[in-house]
């Protein structure tokens, strides 16, 4: 049985993401966001560095162009 997916991609895979690794991304952004405040803005704007948006916000970054 297949994972329900969520509305995050994976920029760099194109892979579309379930909660499990929705939720891996996020804690790794919470460390990377953590050990660099003076680079990040937030913790999303880390999970952004590491390639995951959601597809809303890639939807509205076609509309925009």
Same mark, same amino acid.
């Given at each position: ?7 995050? #991609? ?7 993401? /379930?909660?499990? @690794? %929705? /939720?891996? =991304? ?6 990377? =966001?953590? @050990?660099?405040?003076? &680079? =990040? ?5 880390? %999970?952004? @560095?590491?390639?995951? #948006?959601? &597809?809303?916000?890639? /939807?509205?970054?076609?509309?925009? @162009?």
């Amino acid at each position: 049985m297949r994972k329900p997916l969520t509305l995050w #991609v994976n920029t760099m895979t194109g892979e579309r993401l /379930d909660r499990a @690794a %929705l /939720d891996t =991304f996020r804690e790794r952004a919470h460390r990377l =966001f953590e @050990a660099n405040t003076q &680079i =990040f803005e937030d913790e999303a704007d880390a %999970l952004t @560095a590491l390639g995951v #948006v959601s &597809i809303l916000q890639l /939807d509205a970054e076609l509309v925009a @162009a």
